[in-house]
T-cell receptor
Framework: DADVTQTPRNRITKTGKRIMLECSQT?????MYWYRQDPGLGLRLIYY???????NKGEISDGYSVSRQAQAKFSLSLESAIPNQTALYFC??????????FGDGTRLSIL | AQKITQTQPGMFVQEKEAVTLDCTYD???????LFWYKQPSSGEMIFLIY??????QNATEGRYSLNFQKARKSANLVISASQLGDSAMYFC?????????????FGTGTRLLVSP
């Protein structure tokens, strides 16, 4: 089983719909992150959480919200999806010193 | 200003040859970390190698090595003896202590194609 699991792996939805992307991890890391990847722009940080009671905005948080339900679970929501939120979304985890470990990504298409 | 710059959108290399992927960074922090990730066509992000700003020796992990030149603010990835499976996107990333430890800033990536 993967250490960092993202669900769903693929999602196609319509403008205006509410969408939740979920991430769970078995690595025991305190720190979790959500990134968005667009062609030619690399990965950009949406939100991050250093523990269950800590939520921080990244560089592109507008239009997104997150919930840290437990140490192992971190979900990303799009309250009212719009087409320019079509992207590949990654969840990642880390401990204090080590590298970030990524899930396999969620391909989200908003029509 | 770009924190991480990868100037090579694409690189080609023949199997068994070595290849260098360039990465320059911009920071005023004394303490920072540099990472390289590989993204195959299947989409996952795979951690390859890490270099800390205070590490005196260049990092190595198997066929991967990081050519760290602190004064020039460069952290190039060297892949020795390229294999067909090395064909992928490669991302350089930096972690700055001053902006909140463990926040990574990524470059735009270099696509490597290994030919037989």
């Amino acid at each position: 089983d993967a250490d960092v699991t993202q669900t769903p792996r693929n999602r196609i939805t319509k403008t205006g719909k509410r969408i939740m992307l979920e991430c769970s991890q078995t690595k025991g890391h305190d720190r979790m992150y959500w990134y968005r990847q667009d062609p030619g722009l690399g990965l950009r940080l949406i939100y991050y959480s250093f523990d269950v009671k800590d939520i921080n905005k990244g560089e592109i948080s507008d239009g997104y919200s997150v919930s840290r339900q437990a140490q192992a679970k971190f979900s990303l929501s799009l309250e009212s999806a719009i087409p320019n939120q079509t992207a590949l979304y990654f969840c990642a985890t880390s401990d204090f010193w080590g590298p970030q470990h990524f899930g396999d990504g969620t391909r989200l298409s908003i029509l | 200003a770009q924190k991480i710059t990868q100037t090579q959108p694409g690189m080609f290399v023949q199997e068994k040859e070595a290849v260098t992927l360039d990465c320059t960074y911009d920071t005023s922090d004394q303490s920072y970390g540099l990472f390289w990730y590989k993204q195959p066509s299947s989409g996952e992000m795979i951690f390859l190698i890490y270099q800390g700003s205070y590490d005196e020796q260049n990092a190595t992990e198997g066929r991967y090595s990081l050519n760290f030149q602190k004064a020039r603010k460069s952290a190039n990835l060297v892949i020795s003896a390229s294999q067909l499976g090395d064909s992928a996107m490669y991302f350089c990333a930096m972690r700055e202590v001053g902006t909140g430890f463990q926040k990574l800033v990524f470059g735009t990536g270099t696509r490597l194609l290994v030919s037989p």
